[in-house]
Structure formats: C-alpha cells, structure tokens
C-alpha cells in the first residue's frame, strides 16, 4: 500500500529533500499504518497518540520526544499490544534502526560520549577518599547533609550541587580530619580496638555487641593481653537502635573491666547516631577482661517497639605516660620518612615531598609547580610563627589541600576545551578516576596513578577491573549499587508495623519476630548475591533466577527455612523450591516495596517495570482514585486481587495497571515483611498472570522464568543503564543506546556474566571519551572521529 500523508492533498515539491523521508514513504510508513493505526491513526487517538497527525515531514521527523515514545514502546514490544498482529523480529529491528539512524542520527562508528557534568563528590565518596587518604574515618552522615539523587542514584553530578552552607561544612571537616591524622602532639599513646561482634556472652556466641536488648539481663566480654603496666582510658562508644519510634523501653548499661564497675548509663529512646563515654583505669601487665552489662529497666508498652544497645566502637588507650607512646599510622601516612629534620634547606625540601606526594593523590592527578609552591609557602608560613612546628605548618597546608575544588570535585582535564566538535578519549589520569570511583567509591591507588602516569592503564584495563573487583574496597560499590538500585539500603529504615502485619496482640512477639537484626540480614543477604554473582562472573539472570541465596540462621528461620545454624552467612541450596532464590523472593525488595501494614501489588510491579525491565509505567493522574476505596467497595473479605481488579475498572487506571499489577499480584504469596504464606485471610491466593506483552504464568517461580527467558534482552539491557547511570553521574539518553546495545551483545556471547557487563561500561565509549562543554545538548554536536574533530 503506498503511504499516504495525512493533511496533504499532493506530494509537496521538496519530497525527498529531508533526510530519510523517501525511507520513511517507502518502507517505514507502511509498517506503522499496517500494525499501528488501528489504535493510533485514522483517527483514533489512543493514549491520546497519533502517527498520522502532521502537515509538514521534516517537522514531524524532527519531533525526537515523539519518535522515541514509538522507539521504546517497539523495543521492549510493549506495543503493538500482546492482542493484536505483531511485527515480525526482522520488521521490528527495520523500525527501530530507521529511528536510531534517520531521527535520532545515532553513528556507532562515531558514537557521542554524551556531556559532562563537573561532579563533587557525595558524602560516601567523600568518605572512603578521606579514609583511603588519611586512615582517618570521618562520620560524614553526623556532619553532612543526605546527597540529592537523580535517575535513582546519589552519583549524578547535576544534583550534586555545592551550596554555602556545605561549603563551611568542607572547610570545618578538613580542619577535624587533618587534627586527627596529624595532632599537635604527634606521638601518642598505643591503642587496641575491639569490634562489636568479639564481645560475646560466655557460652553464647549468638549474643555479641551487636545488639544488647534492654529487656535481658546479660553481659558480654572480650580478652586483651596489656604490654605496659599504667594509667588507660577506655573508650565506648554506643548507639540505642531498634524501635523506630519513641518507646517507655528502658535499660542501664554498665562499663567494666575485670568485673569492676567503670561506669554506667541509664539509657532509653535516643535519636542520636553516636554516644561516646571515656573513663581512666590504672591497670597492670598481662591479661585483661573488657565487659559491657545490659540491666533490664522498664519494658516496652503495649504497641512499643523494643530497644538494644549496639556497640559502634570501643578502644583501650595506653599507657598514657610518655614512655610508651608511639607515632600514630596516619602520622607516618603524612610524614612518611618520619619526623623532619633540623636542617632548614632540608626541611623545605621534606614538606615539598610531602606535599607534592600528598597533593596528587588528593586531586587523583599530578600536582602543578605553581600550586605546590603555594602549599609550601603557606606550610613554611605558618611553621615559622612563634610555637608552632613543621607539622604545624604541613596540617594547614593539608586542610588547603582537602578544601580545594581539585579535591572536592571530580574535574577531568580537557584537551580540547569549548571544542564541542571534537571527541577525544580522556587522559589516563581521568580514566583511572573515573573506574576507581565507579568500583570502589574513592580515589585510584597507587597502582592506578602509576599506570596512568605511564599511559598505560588502558592497555591493562580488563586485568585492573579483575583485580579491583578482587579487592575488599569492591564491596563499597556492591553496598552503594544494590542500595540504590534494588533500596537495599531503604529496608533497614522503612517503617513497617510488624504487629499489624503479623496480626499479633504483642508488640514485643512482632518485634522477636521481624527487627533491626532481620533487617540488617536482608541487606546483607542482597549484597552478598550481587556480590558472588559479580565476583564469580555469574550469569546476571542469577540475580533473578538463583536456586540459593546466603542466610543465617535468624534470617532463615525467619523465612522458614531448617537447617541452618549459626550467626555466620553461608549459601543455601534451595533445589526445586522456587518460592525462594533470587532478588524477586528476597526479604529485602519485598520490604520496601510494600506499605507499613499490607503489601502493595503496585509498587512491587512497578518497581520490576523500573528495575528489572527497564519500561517504567508512566506516572499516574493527579486524580486517580484510592486503592482503599476499592478495597472498602470490594468488602472486607475481599483478597487484594479482587480490590485490584475493581480499582481498574476505573478508565483512569486500568491502561498502567495492566503493566504492574500481574506482577506484583504474582508476589502476593509473600506478605508485606517478605514471608510465604498460602492464604490471604480466608482465601486461598490466586498469583498467576499475564504480561502485558503476552506471556502466561501461573507463580512466582514461572514469572522468574519469563523474565529469565523471553524477556532476558530487557533484563540485561536495563541492568547495562542502571550500571551506566552509577558509573557515569548522568541519565542514559537516547545516544547511549549503540553503547548500552554493545554491552548487551557483549554479554550474551559471553554467556551473560556479570562481571562482563562491568567490563563493558568501563570499556564503552560514554565512560572512555568526552567532548567539548562548549554546548551541551548532543544534538547540536557534529559527530567526530576523536582524531581531526568532525567528519
């Protein structure tokens, strides 16, 4: 059938001069109006979409927010709906590569690395950079305010704004940061640690200091061998955790040593993240017993949530007399050849070594002459006035260091600026910047720097990703990924109301039941999945599909589940049961993504259609009718299903809801706290379902299939965005797609595995290049070959 244009009564005299448009008449046009105008076209208007609707062609394929609504619909086979003809693989691909070529005018040879956007660092990168700097461990979450997020992540550097009042912020975290790494009086007392999870109660290693319940009466202890007969300060520091909200719950906390009393607190509900008591003890050579007693006071009232005391750190300091100090491991970080000099020459020439060794570490590239001089002007200043010393000096030059925007912000080095012509890949520094803050949330080791400054860490950048994944810091971007992409670190702060869940009288029995502990092992239980599967190269559909998971034994017996014992996480087979395996059957998602009282079939399906498909419903009316009173018209017996199904019989609703609700309905075997149950009140759940591309399931277990199977490309393909957002602090656009596209081919002829979808995000042309800021929409930029700026 020969295309038609709506609105004109004649082919106008310039047909053929825009670009694709006699592919478009001949080709394309017929697609659309064979599978598409039934719905959108001749005049229906569905979802209030028209393809026919336009009265000039290069106008119409210049309408890019219109052509991709269609590009993503056909992608992900949305549309043309599962009911209707559908177009076959070979028409699809014809479409959608007509899109990407002629309207979006993608090149893949000469792909757009897409703008950049100056990012500072967030209070986690901060964080572990100060700590991987100095070994000073600053509590930014007790001195910074929670990072803007955007597209889900807390990495996004248009959202990552520097305000005054952080400023000041900065400027008076430097000045505590650099007095503990390097004090006034530099050499100090020794001082041992001792970890909440060594103090255990005698004959009971499940009770540590963890978590110390007000309501038993218990004590836990640890041993430690003293050098030097004198005078120690203990130091314990502790937080109250458990009920989110205030309670009548109280205990006394007793500090002792050898069974001598120290000290003690009455302690309650208390909002504050950290208390810290101090008391001096004269003890002698030898052994040592370190205990922490919890006395019952008054117990919770009824619907009060329990409290426990957590030791968040407690130190042994001494002796304190001057014979037995020593030189603290953040002072020879600094000073790395130890105290200075007396000769003068040689002194100027030690704090510009330090300075220069400290200040390229700090901005993640090397120093410029004019800028280390400057430090060493300004430590040489302040060392020369009346009582102070060279470490006085080399400290307020550190706290320059710590305040400068080369520090703070993670700028890139451009060789050809204001050039929005050229794209070139970014220098070695830059690269090695950009990976380690994308695997390990902190700035490059020496490793890195060393085979940048050579030019050389890209021809190792495979054997580098390996060996940063290997390395415990990896576990920093496993904890912040999964915590955003999965909320993994919203279930240990949701409020959820375990007793109306449970419908259980007892506060307390809801709280044995699901608690602080349970939803610390949630957490934890996502995060070391992700983490084997990444590790281990394992296919990424295991994040769905996994026939184990790794529990303990309080997280197990919370999901019913025999024979595991133990405080220690350990993998679990599960065999043929599907009701467990995977992150779609984990305590952690099927938390956060139900109410405080009851589940919510929609924001698990829309999580799914987020998270794990990548085609995220559109937002809802502003005045879309309540689930409630569906539920309330529905009866009181009615099952979720069924007051699901009223609500969409409203016209506003029920185009989305045919999207999330088969597959959060498909989830409701677990209640709102992530535990199996067969029944909803009196009737028996009915979870099966249909995607609104067609496929048929009757169970959770044969959903995972599907997602695992037929809808793998959008799996993969969603996972590739989620890992580029967090890696390159910006959303995917429409001219990552030959990129996000690479990465998916790439893992699919390697068998899936995850580490393999790291190793082409690093190895994409987004994360590898860059152009000019000089404009920033990439449509404005003429595509280069990164070699002579066009083409």
Not at 340 to 348: G, I, K, L, T
Not at 508 to 519: D, L, Q, W
Request: net charge negative; proline share 6%; with cysteine.
């Amino acid at each position: 059938m020969k295309w038609m244009w709506a609105g004109l009564a004649m082919a106008p005299a310039w047909l053929g001069a825009v670009p694709g448009e006699a592919e478009f008449e001949e080709e394309i046009g017929p697609l659309l109006e064979h599978y598409c105008y039934d719905c959108h076209g001749d005049g229906s208007r569905k979802g209030d979409v028209s393809l026919d609707e336009f009265g000039d062609v290069a106008a119409h394929l210049a309408d890019r927010d219109h052509w991709l609504a269609v590009w993503r619909n056909i992608r992900t086979q949305i549309m043309p709906p599962s009911d209707k003809e559908q177009l076959d693989e070979a028409e699809r691909r014809q479409v959608l590569r007509w899109i990407e070529r002629r309207v979006f005018k993608l090149d893949p040879d000469n792909p757009d690395p897409g703008r950049v956007t100056i990012r500072r660092m967030n209070r986690e990168e901060y964080r572990n950079t100060v700590e991987d700097l100095l070994g000073v461990r600053y509590e930014v979450h007790d001195h910074f305010p929670p990072d803007d997020t955007g597209y889900g992540f807390d990495t996004i550097g248009d959202v990552l704004s520097l305000s005054p009042l952080l400023l000041e912020k900065y400027l008076r975290a430097a000045d505590e940061i650099m007095t503990q790494a390097l004090p006034s009086e530099a050499a100090r007392t020794p001082e041992i640690t001792i970890r909440a999870e060594q103090f255990q109660e005698p004959g009971n290693r499940k009770q540590t200091g963890r978590f110390m319940e007000f309501e038993i009466d218990h004590t836990v202890r640890e041993e430690r061998e003293l050098k030097h007969a004198g005078r120690y300060e203990i130091e314990l520091a502790y937080a109250v955790e458990g009920s989110m909200e205030a309670t009548e719950n109280t205990g006394t906390m007793v500090m002792l040593v050898d069974g001598r009393e120290l000290d003690r607190a009455e302690l309650g509900w208390d909002y504050r993240k950290q208390i810290t008591l101090k008391k001096e003890v004269r003890l002698e050579k030898g052994k040592h017993r370190f205990e922490i007693r919890m006395i019952p006071g008054n117990p919770p009232e009824e619907g009060e949530g329990l409290l426990g005391l957590k030791v968040a750190g407690y130190k042994v300091r001494g002796p304190l007399d001057a014979g037995a100090w020593m030189y603290p491991e953040t002072y020879t970080r600094i000073l790395f050849r130890g105290p200075p000099p007396e000769d003068a020459a040689q002194r100027e020439s030690y704090a510009r070594e330090i300075l220069r060794r400290f200040a390229g570490r700090a901005y993640r590239r090397p120093v410029d002459d004019a800028t280390l001089g400057r430090l060493v002007e300004l430590a040489a200043g302040v060392g020369a006035e009346p009582g102070k010393t060279f470490e006085d000096g080399i400290r307020s030059a550190l706290m320059a260091v710590l305040s400068s925007p080369r520090f703070l912000f993670r700028a890139e080095v451009q060789a050809e600026p204001d050039n929005p012509a050229q794209v070139v890949p970014i220098d070695e520094y830059a690269l090695a910047s950009r990976l380690s803050y994308f695997l390990w949330g902190s700035m490059p080791d020496d490793a890195l720097l060393e085979l940048a400054g050579r030019k050389a860490l890209r021809k190792q950048l495979r054997a580098q990703v390996d060996r940063m994944l290997a390395d415990p810091k990896a576990d920093r971007f496993i904890r912040n990924f999964t915590g955003q992409w999965l909320q993994a670190r919203d279930v240990e702060g949701v409020h959820m109301d375990a007793r109306r869940i449970l419908s259980l009288r007892d506060s307390k029995e809801a709280n044995r039941v699901f608690n602080t502990r349970v939803r610390r092992d949630m957490r934890k239980e996502t995060e070391l999945l992700f983490g084997h599967i990444l590790r281990e190269n394992r296919p990424a559909l295991e994040l769905i599909t996994a026939d184990y998971s790794f529990l303990n034994e309080r997280l197990a017996r919370f999901y019913k589940i025999d024979d595991v014992h133990g405080e220690e996480f350990r993998r679990v087979e599960f065999g043929d049961d599907w009701r467990r395996g995977g992150i779609l059957t984990q305590g952690t998602f099927l938390v956060v993504t139900s109410n405080p009282t009851r589940t919510s079939p929609v924001k698990r399906g829309l999580f799914v259609l987020d998270n794990i498909l990548g085609t995220p419903a559109p937002p809802p009316p502003g005045d879309v009718p309540e689930l409630d009173e569906a539920r309330r018209e529905a009866g009181r017996e009615a099952t979720m299903r069924e007051a699901m199904e009223r609500h969409r019989r409203e016209p506003l609703c029920k185009a989305c809801h045919a999207r999330m609700d088969p597959i959060g309905l498909a989830l409701e075997n677990f209640n709102a706290l992530g535990m199996w149950r067969d029944r909803e009140g009196n009737r028996r759940i009915d979870s099966a379902g249909q995607l609104i591309t067609g496929e048929q399931f009757g169970h959770i277990g044969e959903l995972k299939t599907i997602l695992a199977t037929t809808r793998r490309g959008d799996f993969h393909r969603c996972l590739a965005e989620k890992l580029m957002t967090y890696a390159l602090g910006r959303g995917v656009e429409y001219y990552d797609t030959p990129a996000i596209d690479g990465i998916v081919m790439r893992m699919h002829a390697a068998g899936g595995g995850l580490r393999e979808a790291v190793q082409g995000i690093v190895e994409s042309a987004p994360f590898q290049l860059r152009r000019g800021d000089g404009r920033g929409a990439a449509e404005d930029v003429p595509r280069g070959n990164g070699k002579n700026g066009g083409n």
